[in-house]
């Protein structure tokens, strides 16, 4: 692909209209572990895979609760997510301060896509190499968004991203449609299905993988170790077949795979600009 | 409560507070011209004090109760001048956004820049154009941090306001005062209000009272502080506010009695009266 002249900036058009740099963070999403995201009318479920680098050594954070009411789960430079959230975590509290009540979800949303867009547009930044999937709930209900380091947000019935989400988006796109009256222990095990469906055979133990769960009446919280164990043994997934998927790790472009949306976001092919949803 | 009634006699002497004790921390430099907009930040404090220090136009009581399907808030219409009662058709209710009412007593400039920041407010709420908006709740609060940030600067916005409103059928009535104290009630009133009226709607005031038996309730206590507050004028606005909306009624005026047997003679049997 000819495009390494208008690679060097993010401030460059390239000659077809996109900015070279933005989906170039885009591709570290892909390359982060997968994140999945569901929900239901009233809860809204985060999980992630969650493999450390070596035994020694201690497993990434890759779900971050923001406030009571919101949590994220990021895919990709784990150091943008961190400091990403923290911003949120920081909104969350500021507003909380001063209306004594919980940000809506979709202000939160947008505030971090605004911050995104910036890194997009001057010549001595680089945009945020993470992708966010925001779970929150809020007055209009439960919601689950998906933030880009493009600037840009989808609000999803389910999503995953990062590597190998192919296989759960295809998994979650079989399901969707129940997902909205699902019960929050349906919905839990629905993510787990998702999850071990990126795993590819590998066995599904609470050791790969983080849960967690905001509900009504459930404030955001990352569920335990050996409740997660128990609830993979529960639904006795742990020693069945997955369904196998051709594609290992080929992402067939970001946003494509056209996992649910509520508004917009039309599937589209490998060499449209992703930043054109 | 101190702080309440001085701002409804609208003294000039002193102002209520006393304001003697300057900021601690620098001491002012007194020069001949009254500095004004052009210093600001650390050296704001030398020259001439820019704070408030007593009101100047003022309303007095408001008061505010719950009702069956909303808040009903009263106000009189008077702006006093000190002891004058110089402007009789001042509007101390207003809407805010749409679910909110605001009422206020005290310093009738001030409540118009409360309300210009409050307009501010709710037109970037507005602008989010995402189905959210502030609930009575949300700019109570605000308010509140807005009076205390101006109380610790030792320059105080000389209110105490009532906020009601609804939202997705909660019902919320909430008070600041120019020092930020605030709390939520089922009744709250300011000023002289505090004295006079919130005694009556500890003794009549219950769950679910009708729209009429709301007025009527608000109006006995407006009609006490007609009688017994003496920066009260006798023309009244009733407020009401609903998850349906708000309105506030035309101005009105509170029939009064006058008939007592002592008021007759006043000087009867009194030294040197002719009776």
């Not at chain 1, 649910?260 to 054109?276: N, V």
């Not at chain 2, 300057?22 to 704070?51: H, K, N």
């Not at chain 2, 009532?162 to 120019?178: A, D, E, I, P, T």
């Not at chain 2, 506030?248 to 009266?273: D, R």
């Amino acid at each position: 692909m000819f495009r390494n002249q208008y690679d060097t900036d993010v401030t460059t058009w390239s000659p077809a209209g996109r900015l070279f740099q933005v989906e170039y963070a885009m591709e570290a999403v892909k390359q982060g572990s997968a994140a999945i995201g569901l929900r239901s009318k009233t809860h809204v479920v985060l999980a992630c895979v969650n493999k450390s680098n070596s035994e020694l050594s201690s497993h990434q954070r890759k779900i971050f609760k923001v406030d009571d009411h919101i949590g994220v789960a990021i895919a990709g430079l784990t150091a943008d997510g961190r400091v990403l959230s923290r911003y949120m975590r920081s909104e969350c509290i500021n507003y909380g301060y001063t209306y004594e009540s919980p940000l809506p979800v979709g202000r939160l949303v947008v505030q971090l896509a605004d911050k995104a867009q910036v890194c997009t547009q001057r010549s001595w930044k680089r945009p945020y190499g993470v992708g966010l999937l925001v779970a929150g709930l809020d007055e209009s209900g439960a919601h689950l968004y998906y933030n880009c380091p493009s600037g840009n947000y989808f609000e999803y019935q389910a999503f995953a991203i990062g590597s190998r989400s192919q296989a759960a988006k295809t998994y979650l796109e079989r399901k969707f449609e129940n997902f909205t009256g699902s019960s929050r222990d349906e919905l839990i095990k629905d993510a787990l299905f998702a999850i071990r469906e990126t795993l590819q055979g590998e066995k599904l133990t609470s050791t790969v993988c983080t849960v967690a769960v905001v509900g009504v009446g459930e404030a955001f919280n990352i569920l335990d170790q050996a409740t997660v164990q128990a609830l993979i043994n529960e639904f006795e997934i742990s020693g069945e077949e997955g369904p196998t998927n051709e594609s290992v790790a080929e992402e067939a472009g970001g946003e494509s795979g056209g996992a649910a949306t509520e508004e917009g976001g039309a599937a589209t092919e490998q060499e449209t600009a992703p930043m054109d949803i | 409560m101190v702080v309440e009634s001085h701002e409804t006699d609208g003294e000039f002497a002193g102002g209520g507070l006393g304001h003697t004790s300057r900021s601690p921390i620098v001491t002012p430099v007194f020069t001949d011209m009254v500095s004004s907009q052009t210093e600001s930040g650390l050296l704001s404090s030398e020259g001439e004090s820019q704070r408030t220090q007593y009101p100047y136009v003022t309303g007095t009581s408001v008061i505010g109760i719950k009702y069956k399907d909303g808040i009903l808030m009263a106000a009189d219409m008077g702006g006093s001048y000190g002891s004058t009662i110089r402007y009789k058709s001042v509007e101390r209710l207003k809407q805010v956004g749409k679910h909110s009412l605001l009422g206020a007593s005290g310093e009738i400039s001030d409540f118009q820049e409360i309300l210009r920041y409050l307009d501010e407010l709710i037109l970037h709420d507005n602008m989010w154009d995402d189905g959210n908006s502030l609930g009575p709740k949300e700019v109570h609060n605000y308010l509140t941090r807005m009076m205390y940030n101006r109380r610790n600067k030792f320059d105080p916005l000389w209110n105490s306001l009532v906020l009601g409103g609804v939202k997705n059928g909660h019902k919320y009535l909430g008070s600041v005062s120019m020092i930020g104290v605030h709390f939520e009630d089922n009744h709250v009133a300011t000023g002289f209000g505090n004295h006079l009226a919130r005694p009556i709607l500890r003794e009549e005031w219950k769950e679910d009272l009708s729209f009429e038996e709301g007025v009527k309730l608000l109006e006995k206590c407006m009609r006490n502080l007609l009688y017994r507050d003496r920066s009260a004028v006798n023309k009244l606005q009733i407020a009401k506010i609903t998850e349906d909306g708000l309105t506030i009624s035309q101005p009105y005026s509170l029939k009064t009695f006058w008939n007592f047997g002592a008021f007759q003679n006043p000087t009867v049997g009194a030294e040197g009266s002719c009776c």
